[in-house]
């Protein structure tokens, strides 16, 4: 079992440019999100799903766009990167059914857009 | 948007001693969980907490689930190096609704 896996690990991007964070699961978690992790700020909800075909908008969407075609992949876009989107990416997955708050975290994808 | 406010922000004790840190929101939450990340990886789940009042332990951990519902701690006794790290708590407003809102993180240092 890999767990959460992310790719890549590190990525350094222009202004303007535009790329995919990759995220895998090989749990079968209906659920999966991606957060991103700014000093002094916690971790905040960019995007979310609770099953393939099905996403849905978190506290900070802008700039962002995902989809869920399987159960096991759920990539991060980045249309037209800004600095303001420097920040360590996060993607977590988790059960729906049970106790469903125990996400379990990929290792972090660190981006910096100058 | 909605944020938990965890203190203190960051901690520096000695290798042995007890450590406290506590989480508090102005929402009620359903469940709390506490987090921890060593540097360069994700967060990692130590406790879960879903009853008010609870207090639940993992080895040298242990929580508690506030009586208002507002606010969780969390205590570390007999801190070892392997402890430092960042830890985070983060609440879930209500079962069925999976979005979790994180505090800012509590960050510990042990002074050798």
């Known amino acids: 079992n890999a767990g959460v896996t992310q790719t890549p690990k590190f990525q350094v991007l222009k202004t303007g440019q535009s790329m995919t964070l990759q995220c895998a699961q090989d749990m079968n978690h209906e659920y999966m999100s991606w957060y991103r992790q700014d000093p002094g700020m916690g971790l905040r909800l960019i995007h979310y799903?609770?099953?393939?075909?099905?996403?849905d908008q978190g506290e900070v969407p802008n700039g962002y766009n995902v989809s869920r075609s399987t159960t096991e992949d759920f990539p991060l876009r980045l249309l037209s990167a800004a600095p303001s989107q420097t920040s360590v990416y996060f993607c977590?997955?988790?059960?729906?059914?049970?106790?469903?708050?125990?996400?379990?975290f990929g290792p972090g994808t660190r981006l910096t857009v100058l | 948007g909605q944020q938990l406010n965890q203190s203190p922000q960051s901690m520096f004790i000695q290798e042995g001693e007890d450590v406290s840190m506590n989480c508090t929101s102005s929402s009620i939450f359903n469940t709390w969980l506490w987090y921890k990340q060593d540097p360069g990886e994700g967060p990692v789940l130590l406790i879960a907490?879903?009853?008010?009042?609870e207090l639940t332990s993992n080895g040298r951990l242990t929580a508690q689930f506030g009586t208002t519902r507002k606010d969780s701690f969390l205590n570390i006794s007999a801190s070892i190096p392997s402890d430092v790290g960042i830890y985070f708590c983060?609440?879930?407003?209500?079962?069925?609704?999976?979005?979790?809102?994180f505090g800012t993180g509590t960050r510990l240092t042990i002074i050798p």
């Open positions: 907490l879903y009853k008010a009042g």
């Open positions: 977590a997955s988790s059960r729906l059914a049970g106790k469903v708050s125990e996400q379990f």
């Open positions: 799903s609770v099953g393939a075909g099905i996403t």
């Open positions: 983060a609440g879930q407003l209500s079962f069925g609704n999976e979005k979790l809102t």
